[in-house]
């Protein structure tokens, strides 16, 4: 049996992000479910700020694709190590975390120093 939905779907979710994420955070830690209370907590930055034209609709073949700008830059606010893995946390800037993702450098961080933050991107996928 064939699957299909249309890209107007797959969009709402990625609309959702563009729509809503307002703050970009380095957080040195994350469980699955972490409360925007303990996201704060984990912060490395202060936070770049996001607009709507921080992120681009795309496609990848059937998929859909939002790809965050690179190189915002930030000046670290707190030290860590390399390890546990670093995140990327996505806000709404006052109560809710709306996506994460890992960091795949994990590097060092040292309070002072800039962090240039990567262009990620996330797709919405066609059901399977």
Not at 40 to 52: D, I, P, Q, Y
Not at 69 to 90: E, Q, R, Y
């Amino acid at each position: 049996m064939a699957k299909w939905v249309s890209s107007n779907v797959l969009d709402s979710g990625l609309n959702y992000i563009k729509s809503n994420a307002t703050q970009m955070l380095l957080i040195s830690a994350y469980t699955a479910g972490d409360s925007y209370a303990t996201v704060v907590a984990n912060k490395l930055n202060a936070g770049v700020t996001m607009t709507s034209t921080d992120y681009t609709l795309g496609s990848s073949g059937n998929n859909r694709t939002l790809t965050v700008a690179s190189g915002k830059t930030d000046t670290a606010t707190a030290s860590a190590g390399g390890t546990p893995d670093l995140h990327i946390a996505f806000t709404d800037g006052t109560a809710n975390v709306i996506w994460v993702m890992d960091e795949t450098s994990n590097q060092a961080i040292t309070s002072g120093n800039t962090l240039t933050f990567p262009g990620p991107v996330y797709t919405s996928n066609q059901p399977i």
